[in-house]
Antibody, heavy 121, light 107 residues
Framework: QVQLVQSGAEVKKPGSSVKVSCKASGDTFSNSAISWVRQAPGQGLEWMGGIIPLFGTTDYAQKFQGRVTISADQSTTTAYLELSSLRPEDTAIYFC??????????????WGQGTLVAVSS | EIVLTQSPGTLSLSPGERATLSCRASQSVSSSYLAWYQQKPGQAPRLLIYGASTRASGVPDRFSGSGSGTDFTLTISRLEPEDFAVYYCQQYLSSFTFGGGTKVEIK
């Protein structure tokens, strides 16, 4: 059974950084990729980027290039999303989600519960 | 970037009615690279359909997906009370993008 458990809510000041974690159960890290998707209040879903933990390879949406870093620790089967230079419009729920393939883009079949990041002065 | 446009924005229907949701892509995503998700308030999205027409595990057969190229449809044959939610399409041919969503609300 695949489970993705995310870290708790964060409140941040503009200009600071935030790091959100996503712990995966089972053998997720050996056969899957992890994406990060965000959802601003009342808005739709936005893919930010992803990582293949087994290989360490990352891919980022152009919108977030230079401001986002996605990493993974295989020893703890935990993926991380770090977003820097935070602004109020980064206030959103951040989800991690599994892509069930190492070698191609596929659907997101399991999702974490989401982490609220609020950016306010 | 492949842009997905969902219509209508909101669908007001009664339980037992049929719901037809549309997703149009700015360029072809073939017949295989399209997924549908359901999201209820306060919850993470749930995968319903992948490969445009394959139901995910545990998804009731009242949900069906169809289409290819640039035009895709999610159909809910008879709405149950638990089906009132927001639905998103997603393409995974070229990176990942989501449509803006269709809210299915109780009339």
């Amino acid at each position: 059974q695949v489970q993705l458990v995310q870290s708790g809510a964060e409140v941040k000041k503009p200009g600071s950084s935030v790091k959100v974690s996503c712990k995966a159960s089972g053998d997720t890290f050996s056969n899957s990729a992890i994406s990060w998707v965000r959802q601003a209040p009342g808005q739709g879903l936005e893919w930010m980027g992803g990582i293949i933990p087994l290989f360490g390879t990352t891919d980022y949406a152009q919108k977030f290039q230079g401001r986002v870093t996605i990493s993974a620790d295989q020893s703890t089967t935990t993926a991380y999303l770090e977003l820097s230079s935070l602004r109020p419009e980064d206030t959103a729920i951040y989800f991690c989600a599994r892509v069930p393939s190492l070698y191609q883009n596929l659907w997101h079949d399991y999702w974490g519960q989401g982490t609220l990041v609020a950016v306010s002065s | 970037e492949i842009v997905l446009t969902q219509s209508p924005g909101t669908l007001s229907l009664s339980p037992g009615e049929r719901a037809t949701l549309s997703c149009r892509a700015s360029q072809s995503v073939s017949s295989s690279y399209l997924a549908w998700y359901q999201q209820k308030p306060g919850q993470a999205p749930r995968l319903l359909i992948y490969g445009a027409s394959t139901r995910a595990s545990g998804v009731p057969d009242r949900f069906s997906g169809s289409g290819s190229g640039t035009d895709f449809t999610l159909t809910i044959s008879r709405l149950e009370p638990e089906d009132f939610a927001v639905y998103y399409c997603q393409q995974y041919l070229s990176s990942f993008t989501f449509g803006g969503g269709t809210k299915v609300e109780i009339k």
